[in-house]
């Protein structure tokens, strides 16, 4: 389950476990809706991309990315149809 493809991925996880829809039926809960108090510098993205503490991190997210996408049920036709339609 990816993040960002977070309504996307419940709709695999509906189809592979043969759920419902009010299965995977949530609410946003707790979500920030002011920005934050201090922007995100350019020494914060560096220190985000610097390979020394995140190359870890970096190659299990490409791996498991890659295999998110490769998934039977994303390349069905209609499947960005589905989640597009079923977006709260």
Known sequence: MLTEQFDASLLVLRKRLCWSYLDIFFSKKNVQKKTPSQPFTEADAL???DMKHNYG???LYEALNTTW???AEVKEHDFWK???SRLI
């Open 69 to 71: 996408w490769n998934q």
């Open 47 to 49: 220190m985000v991309i």
């Open 57 to 59: 991190d970096k190659l």
């Open 82 to 84: 589905e989640v597009s």
